[in-house]
T-cell receptor
């Protein structure tokens, strides 16, 4: 069964706009990770946030974690066409469970 | 350095045939994972290896699926008597160590796209 569930399923934005996607999970975690998948490729690790952290930044990425609500959000600021991809959250039960992903399309 | 390598990148096979998918992890990574991804869907966990041992095989969809790893390196995923529902992308990933409180991230290969006709 999936632990992380991303929302929305799909997102279409204009280049330069921000994109926000959410992840909800069911059981307690030690950390949560976000990955990106470009079409036809494997997943690439973006950022890891630990359960005792509330917010983390990496370049144009901002991740928040609310363990009381069992949710996380990923914000991509000033989006670019190259950000077009699917984004997955993953939680750290031993098999690193992935959600179904959010597909982001950035229009030029 | 070299990333995770999977071969073949594409495989078309007839229903009922056996297939072998190969994964070369990053050197020194003790943990190796196999996932299945159906078109437009998320990742379905199949199996993971700690060294050459597979502590949990419960994610394998049926007894037609098996996997092994040797030399704490290469892994092969074998699907016997393939069925059309086996069509998917099979992704392999490796990490420095198996999950802990301070996870090392997974490094993925580009996958093997399997089509069963």
């Amino acid at each position: 069964s999936q632990q992380g569930e991303e929302d929305p399923q799909a997102l279409s934005i204009q280049e330069g706009e921000n994109a926000t996607m959410n992840c909800s999970y069911k059981t307690s975690i030690n950390n949560l990770q976000w990955y990106r998948q470009n079409s036809g490729r494997g997943l690439v690790h973006l950022i890891l946030i630990r359960s005792n952290e509330r917010e983390k930044h990496s370049g144009r990425l901002r991740v928040t974690l609310d363990t009381s609500k069992k949710s996380s959000s990923l914000l991509i600021t000033a989006s670019r066409a190259a950000d077009t991809a699917s984004y997955f959250c993953a939680t750290d039960d031993y098999k690193l469970s992935f959600g179904a992903g959010t597909t982001v399309t950035v229009r030029a | 350095g070299a990333g995770v390598s999977q071969s073949p990148s594409n495989k078309v096979t007839e229903k009922g045939k056996d297939v072998e998918l190969r994964c070369d992890p990053i050197s020194g990574h003790t943990a190796l994972y196999w996932y299945r991804q159906r078109l437009g869907q998320g990742l379905e966990f199949l199996i993971y290896f700690q060294g050459n041992s597979a502590p949990d095989k419960s994610g394998l969809p049926s007894d037609r699926f098996s996997a092994e790893r040797t030399g704490e390196s290469v892994s092969t995923l074998t699907i016997q008597r393939t069925q059309q529902e086996d069509s998917a992308v099979y992704l392999c990933a490796s990490s420095l160590r198996v999950f802990s409180s301070y996870n090392s991230p997974l490094h993925f290969g580009n996958g093997t796209r399997l089509t069963v006709t």
